[in-house]
């Protein structure tokens, strides 16, 4: 099994406006969860909308600030902030703010 990574500083695909950068993937035997960097810059988001996973979903604000709904509840998140959107929870983040905002992204399951 391996227990380190190299992570490429290019970035792993474009979705909409956001770049999203995938850093250890279940075909690496990392299952069964994700873990990716996802810049949004300012006036984008989730590029779904409203919507929900069968798994947690876990993110790390590193810089900027993001808003999120979760069930109906909207929040801001300030860095250093973990967000948890539970399974089956309708759920949107997007960035109102002037600057690109950075996230890790845990989906686990």
């Given at each position: 099994?391996?227990?380190?990574?190299?992570?490429?500083d290019?970035?792993?695909?474009?979705?909409r406006?956001?770049?999203?950068q995938?850093l250890?993937?279940r075909?690496?035997g990392?299952t069964p969860?994700?873990?990716?960097s996802v810049?949004t810059p300012?006036?984008?988001?989730?590029?779904e909308?409203?919507?929900?996973h069968?798994?947690?979903?876990?993110?790390?604000?590193?810089?900027?600030?993001?808003?999120?709904e979760i069930d109906?509840?909207q929040?801001q998140?300030?860095?250093?902030?973990?967000i948890?959107?539970p399974a089956?929870?309708?759920?949107?983040?997007?960035?109102?703010?002037?600057?690109?905002?950075?996230?890790l992204?845990f989906?686990l399951?």
């Open positions: 099994m391996q227990y380190l990574y190299k992570v490429d290019a970035p792993d695909r474009m979705v406006d956001r770049t999203v995938a250890l993937q075909a690496e990392a969860y994700v873990v990716a810049r300012a006036g984008g988001g989730s590029s909308g409203l919507h929900t069968a798994f947690e979903q876990v993110f790390y604000l590193l810089s900027g600030q993001m808003n999120v109906g509840e929040h998140a300030e860095p250093g902030t973990l948890l959107f089956g929870a309708l759920h949107r983040n997007w960035n109102a703010g002037q600057t690109e905002t950075v996230h992204v989906n399951g």
